[in-house]
């Protein structure tokens, strides 16, 4: 049986990588990766000897470069698996390898390491006991409110990720579904022009405006927790 190693790799800031990654990186027998290139960088700036074999690994060849991982780790082969950045299998490919790996019987170790959603839940000062990562919301309205509503009674915190171009957006509708909650829009989390706008909802939005946000976004909402709902029932008397 071979060995499958879940290897996280940094956001954005090259030093964030373990020792213990560095290691694993230069132990695998192959690497299966997102994009060979970003991968690359990394053993660049450390200069460590890569692997012979690379295996391009992604959503829409998860398939095909699936059943080569299979093959390598019969063979007694080990593997490591990197996205991009972060945590391979977080809403980025992953899930299927490792479901397949383990079913066959293969070992899985996966390393610590860097992951967005918990660095945003903390950086947010929303409370951080009790979340949910919900990872991308979908992309259609409709679908996207039927999304928000099945948390709008929960009381955890929630963790999303979603595109620049549709942060705005988002907001809006969680604004229109959940209300004026506290909210955190992580932006370039651990890179140079890092940002992070907290407040609540709508505050988040007025500073938004109309202003073009590039990169990488965690948004982190305040769940239905007793002080939001006791804030709201005053609010509600008031009127």
């Not at 695998?28 to 700036?45: G, L, N, S, Y």
């Not at 099945?150 to 579904?177: C, G, I, N």
């Not at 709508?202 to 239905?224: C, H, N, P, W, Y």
């Amino acid at each position: 049986m071979g060995k499958l190693t879940i290897i996280p790799t940094p956001l954005g800031n090259m030093d964030d990588i373990t020792l213990r990654a560095l290691k694993a990186l230069t132990e695998v027998d192959a690497i299966a990766c997102e994009d060979t290139r970003q991968t690359r960088k990394i053993f660049a700036r450390y200069d460590l000897a890569a692997p012979e074999l690379w295996i391009s690994y992604h959503e829409h060849n998860e398939l095909s470069a699936g059943k080569k991982i299979l093959a390598m780790l019969s063979e007694g082969h080990r593997v490591g698996l990197c996205s991009d950045a972060g945590f391979p299998c977080v809403s980025d490919p992953g899930y299927k390898i490792v479901a397949s790996a383990i079913e066959e019987g293969h070992e899985i170790e996966t390393l610590p390491g860097p992951y967005a959603g918990v660095t945003a839940l903390v950086a947010s000062g929303i409370p951080t006991s009790s979340y949910t990562f919900k990872g991308f919301p979908p992309r259609k309205d409709g679908q996207r409110t039927t999304f928000l509503r099945m948390e709008q009674d929960q009381p955890h915190t929630l963790v999303f990720y979603e595109s620049p171009h549709r942060v705005s957006k988002f907001l809006k509708v969680a604004l229109e579904v959940l209300g004026n909650r506290k909210a955190a829009v992580c932006i370039e989390l651990t890179k140079k022009f890092e940002r992070i706008i907290r407040g609540n909802i709508q505050s988040v939005l007025d500073e938004l405006g109309d202003k073009k946000i590039r990169g990488e976004v965690t948004i982190v909402i305040e769940g239905a927790t007793r002080r939001y709902k006791q804030e709201n029932k005053v609010k509600e008397s008031d009127n």
